[in-house]
């Protein structure tokens, strides 16, 4: 069913959404929780139970020495499936980050953060994302001086860092440098085990060590709790979001239509319920975007 219209998916209080007082498995090791939970309970009323119970770190690591076996989005949901077994809850969330170079030029460090929410009693799954610049830098010296520069511009002490002798791929890795007195005693250490004198220092990617992709978690699970908290108005069901997109905006300058996004299409991800709902923040493209008057 297709209805056309501006209003998005039924929004209701936490005290009658779907999942008001239920508890929610989270499996992690990084302090996620800690951005994860209060944005939930205050979107819909559930508790995110915190799982500790098994070493995510088996799945893959930042570091190298584990690598992660199949997408991002499968390890997220493995996150969530181990979250769910350990507890016995029919409801689990996983999170699983990723790093790259940036998707317009290529040159930046880029970081995607996947959020995952299970629904084993619905057979549902709604996944959360956000994605943007990361804190994810690397620097290979022997000199103590340019280690400090490099600390410092990467924002340690809040950035931790990960130290390493020799080489990227030396696997005597040293973890959790949180100070600059820690820091200048473990490089000395490692470059004194350094066959070539090298010592390699890499941001720390792990959540809890990484404020720039706590951020970014952060904003994933909003993206998830905006999900979660819009539902069908035809069944009720959670994840009432946008499914497909409609070009054609009309140009600010000829009027013809341009590629830029006129409309949404937000649909239910369980009965076929559908509503096209207009771009609401603008009625015109801007002329640099429109084929005939900047082609």
């Not at 929610?24 to 559930?46: N, Q, S, Y």
Request: with cysteine; net charge neutral.
């Amino acid at each position: 069913m297709t209805v056309a219209g501006k209003q998005p998916g039924a929004a209701r209080v936490p005290g009658c959404h779907p999942y008001a007082g239920a508890e929610v498995a989270l499996l992690t090791r990084h302090g996620k929780e800690r951005v994860i939970a209060p944005v939930l309970a205050e979107a819909m009323g559930c508790r995110v139970r915190h799982v500790a119970g098994h070493d995510t770190d088996l799945l893959g690591t930042f570091t190298r020495e584990v690598s992660r076996p199949g997408t991002q989005l499968e390890a997220a949901r493995k996150k969530a499936r181990i979250g769910m077994e350990l507890t016995g809850l029919p409801y689990g969330m996983g999170s699983e980050g990723s790093f790259g170079p940036d998707p317009y030029l290529g040159l930046a460090s880029w970081n995607v953060e996947l959020i995952v929410f299970i629904d084993a009693s619905r057979d549902l799954e709604v996944v959360g994302m956000a994605q943007g610049a990361a804190n994810f830098n690397h620097l290979l010296t022997s000199e103590w001086t340019a280690a400090k520069v490099f600390a410092a511009r990467v924002g340690f002490p809040e950035q931790q860092l990960v130290i390493r002798p020799e080489d990227e791929n030396d696997v005597r890795i040293r973890k959790g440098i949180a100070s600059w007195q820690a820091l200048e005693s473990t490089f000395a250490r490692v470059r004194g085990d350094s066959a070539n004198g090298r010592v390699f220092l890499e941001t720390d990617g792990r959540a809890c060590a990484n404020p720039k992709r706590m951020a970014n978690i952060s904003r994933a699970n909003q993206d998830l709790a905006n999900k979660l908290g819009s539902l069908c108005p035809a069944c009720g069901m959670p994840g009432f979001w946008v499914v497909d997109c409609i070009a054609g905006l009309p140009c600010e300058g000829c009027g013809l239509p341009t590629r830029q996004v006129r409309a949404e299409i937000r649909g239910c991800l369980k009965c076929d319920f559908r509503i096209t709902q207009a771009v609401a923040d603008r009625e015109h493209a801007n002329a640099g975007h429109c084929d005939y008057c900047n082609p």
